[in-house]
């Protein structure tokens, strides 16, 4: 059992580190498609003048909506957690 732990730990840091090695360097993205993609055809598709509320609110909506989801639920139990239960 300790080997496939340790075989499963150097595969999963073996691709952190192929990732890392494959990441651009701060500031320099490189030559993105999607980015100019977004940047020529947000507003006719979406509507919006803003490129990142476009890419927010609507290419990205559902992402931000179970964002939305988990953002309140920790809020709603961070507060549950403090509140004092009256009458005990």
């Known amino acids: 059992m300790r080997y496939i ?3 499963a730990l150097l595969v999963v ?5 192929l990732g890392a090695a ?8 490189g030559k993105v498609l999607m980015d100019d993609y977004f940047i020529n055809n947000a507003q006719e598709e979406t509507g919006s003048n803003n490129v990142v509320t476009s890419i927010v609110f609507d290419y990205r909506g559902y992402d931000t909506l179970g964002e939305a989801t988990v953002l309140f ?6 507060t549950m957690l403090f509140t004092r239960r009256r009458g005990k």
């Not at 840091?13 to 580190?17: D, I, R, V």
């Not at 494959?22 to 993205?29: I, N, V």
């Not at 639920?73 to 961070?78: C, E, H, L, P, S």
């Open 5 to 7: 732990a340790l075989a």
């Open 13 to 17: 840091l073996g691709f952190l580190l």
């Open 22 to 29: 494959q990441l651009h360097p701060a500031g320099y993205p």
């Open 73 to 78: 639920t920790a809020a709603v139990g961070v």
